[in-house]
């Protein structure tokens, strides 16, 4: 099993939809989880960090699922520019700093 | 916010020559820096841990005689990658910490390298 597992998608939809991704993790000693975003040949921009009582930010909800060792980002009003790939990311293991990435989600939102 | 900058943006080179890729943290001091590579629609693959004034931690697979990674100030890791070979063609990004908390890795811009 993955370390961290995502669907590549891509996920396509509408302008003003709502779009959830997932993603699951294998060690469950993990304790921080993020969200991050990355543009097309660009560096990862962090979106937002996982808490263990959820998230908002904005249009963004992120939640935390340690039972069945999974995250996940809901996107609330879709917009254009929320058109990317969305990395899923764990620390460990290995250590508190390191971090391992997920495959990414792409995201696509249509006109 | 901090930022982190990566020179140069991209570079290409001819096979067996040897290319140096310069991470700095602008506004603040980074007492880990992180190098990661990502081929075309994969993710990102961490390569190595630097610590400042300390050898890097390579993971498991890397070549740390290929790739040699420098960290002599709070402020500069480089990455070299000697003898490079068509194969190393990727993107090449680093990432910096002010502290132990891994929330607040910041990533450079990357640097595309190209081996002919």
């Known amino acids: 099993r993955k370390e961290v597992e995502q669907d590549p998608g891509p996920f396509n939809v509408p302008e003003g939809a709502t779009v959830a991704f997932n993603c699951t993790y294998s060690?469950?000693?993990?304790?921080?989880f993020f969200w991050y975003r990355q543009d097309c040949r660009k560096e990862p921009k962090l979106l937002m960090s996982?808490?263990?009582s959820g998230n908002e930010d904005g249009r963004f909800t992120a939640q935390l699922n340690r039972a069945s060792q999974y995250i996940s980002l809901l996107i609330r009003d879709s917009k254009l520019s929320d058109s990317a790939t969305y990395l899923c990311?764990?620390?460990?293991?290995?250590?508190?700093?390191?971090?391992?990435f997920g495959t990414g989600t792409k995201l696509q939102v249509i006109p | 916010g901090a930022v982190v900058s990566q020179h140069p943006s991209r570079v290409i080179c001819k096979s067996g020559t040897s290319v140096k890729i310069e991470c700095r943290s602008l506004d603040f001091q980074a007492t880990t820096m992180f190098w990661y590579r990502q081929f075309p629609k994969k993710s990102l693959m961490l390569m190595a841990t630097s610590n400042e004034g300390s050898k890097a931690t390579y993971e498991q697979g890397v070549e740390k005689d290929k790739f040699l990674i420098n960290h002599a100030s709070l402020t500069l890791s480089t990455l070299t990658v000697t003898s490079a070979h068509p194969e190393d063609s990727s993107f090449y990004i680093c990432?910096?910490?002010?502290?132990?908390?891994?929330?607040?890795?910041?990533f450079g811009p990357g640097t595309r390298l190209t081996v002919l």
């Open positions: 990311v764990v620390n460990g293991p290995g250590g508190y700093q390191k971090v391992t």
């Open positions: 060690n469950s000693a993990s304790q921080s």
């Open positions: 990432s910096a910490t002010p502290g132990t908390s891994a929330d607040t890795q910041y």
């Open positions: 996982v808490y263990s």
